[in-house]
């Protein structure tokens, strides 16, 4: 298969948007655009945005079982990187960014009853800030409101210019600064007053749907804490660092699980090393 034959199969369409969901076709429709370095994160990362994207339509999208669907599908390449039509909307997922994230932006600045685009963060948006800053502004000046979900910060026509601004400011700083720059940097530029954060699940638990459960990892992340936990003189079976190293976190997200055992079914309460 010819580059351009690849780029025309993973083209999602202006057709496919509109003939999505015809039972819904009064209500506004959303995009995701999920873009990470591994396919499980991938699959993780898309089961996460599609349940943002069903709260912001109020329960029109992606029920929980077709969303964990679609993330073991994408988590076992069953689902390889490409844009297509969804219930509600579209999704462009991949591991490698082109022409995924050029796809989606565009059907979402095209299709005029796209009013929603989620990402999973805000540089899945670009190789660098000028990128991120045309496709913001391309999409706001579309109409669109973009919805970082990691930060569940939200972006649209009120507070664009600030961060527009922002991301101008790191061109001018020079390239390593602008790689090395957090979204939390952005959020601080902009006023936390424009951006509401709904704050992030805890350890082994997730948001769906609005309210917040037990993820697929909770059994683990329970078993994980039993060990990292401080007995009554203050020895571990587990170092925190060992305990952030085995599920891939912070140790300072150990440390804030730890002090909330009783979350996890655990008795007792954790002490300093």
Known sequence: MTETELDDENQ??????????????????????VHQPTRRELGDASRSCLAHANQIVDGRGVDSTDRAKAGRNITTGELYDRAVPITGGGIAVGVVREPIVTNGVSVSEKTDDIRHVVVDSLNTLGEDHAEIRDRVETLVSAGV?????????EIDSANCDALLAGLLSLDKAGVELQREAEVQDVRDWIGSKELPDRGRAPLGFEYVDGELVTAENYDEVRAVLSLARADPDGDRE?????????????PRTIGRALDNLARYGLEGEDTEE
């Open 12 to 33: 999602m369409t202006l057709a496919d948007i509109d003939n999505i969901d015809d039972t819904d076709s009064d209500g506004d429709k959303y995009c995701v655009i």
């Open 145 to 153: 409101t973009v919805y970082l979900n990691d930060t569940a910060a």
């Open 238 to 250: 587990l170092s925190k660092r060992k305990a952030a190293d085995r599920l891939g976190v912070a």
